[in-house]
């Protein structure tokens, strides 16, 4: 890609932008009050708003590799503080997809230098739930497991945090797991039983 190129259809995005709102870059600059926090993964052909099909302002997004929320992450732990605690956004998607990168190399016996520490986090999902896709064949199949299996330790993971669960006392809060179908195009929603997983979970992480 030509990097000059970016800045013409900069241009050519303003100008379609003022053709149809004069003032549309006027009220953009007034603030954000988005009610979605989107936390997805970084691969290039996953675009939160485009996929969605929502506008700049309306979704606060965090974007690493296969869509992680660890609390050893000072940009993930930061971005959740000040999405639910400043923004007060009313709902929180973790969103994967399949085919992920980051999942595909999490599964395979590989030394990926600095990124071992992150993949470690993804092979500790595989761990939780190693009988289940250990008995899951084709491998392909176990590959798609993992990506939605991941998904559901990263809401787990959002819900352990402190400002999550003060949200869930004070006002409407709700968690999402789902799933981008890179060969479909299509999002899929989980629907991950998180009342029963809370029950599980909150005797050793309840916090509020």
Request: hydrophobic share 40%.
């Amino acid at each position: 890609m030509d990097i000059k190129q970016i800045f013409k259809n900069n241009e050519k995005w303003i100008a379609e932008k003022l053709k149809g709102d004069a003032d549309y870059f006027k009220n953009l600059s007034t603030g954000q009050s988005p009610e979605i926090l989107y936390i997805g993964c970084s691969d290039s052909r996953v675009t939160a708003e485009e996929l969605m099909g929502v506008k700049p302002g309306e979704v606060f997004v965090h974007r690493n590799i296969a869509n992680m929320v660890s609390n050893n992450d000072l940009s993930a732990m930061s971005v959740v503080n000040y999405a639910v605690s400043h923004l007060k956004v009313k709902h929180i998607i973790v969103c994967g997809h399949y085919y992920c990168s980051g999942i595909k190399a999490a599964m395979e016996s590989k030394d990926l230098g600095i990124l071992n520490p992150w993949l470690r986090s993804i092979r500790d999902v595989y761990r939780l739930h190693k009988d289940e896709l250990n008995s899951i064949e084709p491998e392909d199949e176990r590959y798609k497991r993992l990506v939605e299996l991941n998904v559901q330790e990263q809401c787990v993971n959002v819900i352990k945090t402190a400002e999550v669960q003060k949200a869930y006392f004070e006002r409407e809060l709700i968690v999402y797991g789902w799933v981008f179908d890179v060969h479909s195009g299509k999002l899929i929603d989980l629907e991950i039983d998180f009342d029963n997983i809370l029950k599980q979970i909150m005797e050793i992480y309840r916090i509020i």
